[in-house]
């Protein structure tokens, strides 16, 4: 059985390295608003958030933006 170990690893790099990319490209955009990407995922997240309901919490933001609740805290009141 061949060892797929070094593929799997390479996988996971290049994913890495596109994510670094999309991030990069994003962040430059957002600077010209002056917002972090960060803030820009929990204004994403509210906005999607309240088409399916208007009483969104500080845990479904962290659920569903994958951010840390104590960060969404932080931002929403820096907001």
Not at 45 to 63: E, M
């Amino acid at each position: 059985m061949a060892d797929t170990s070094l593929n799997e690893n390479r996988l996971g790099l290049l994913i890495w390295q596109a994510a670094n990319v999309w991030q990069s490209k994003l962040r430059k955009i957002l600077k010209k608003f002056k917002i972090s990407l960060n803030e820009y995922l929990i204004l994403e997240t509210i906005f999607k958030l309240q088409k399916i309901n208007n009483n969104i919490s500080q845990i479904a933001i962290s659920k569903n933006s994958s951010i840390d609740t104590a960060v969404v805290s932080s931002k929403l009141t820096f907001l």
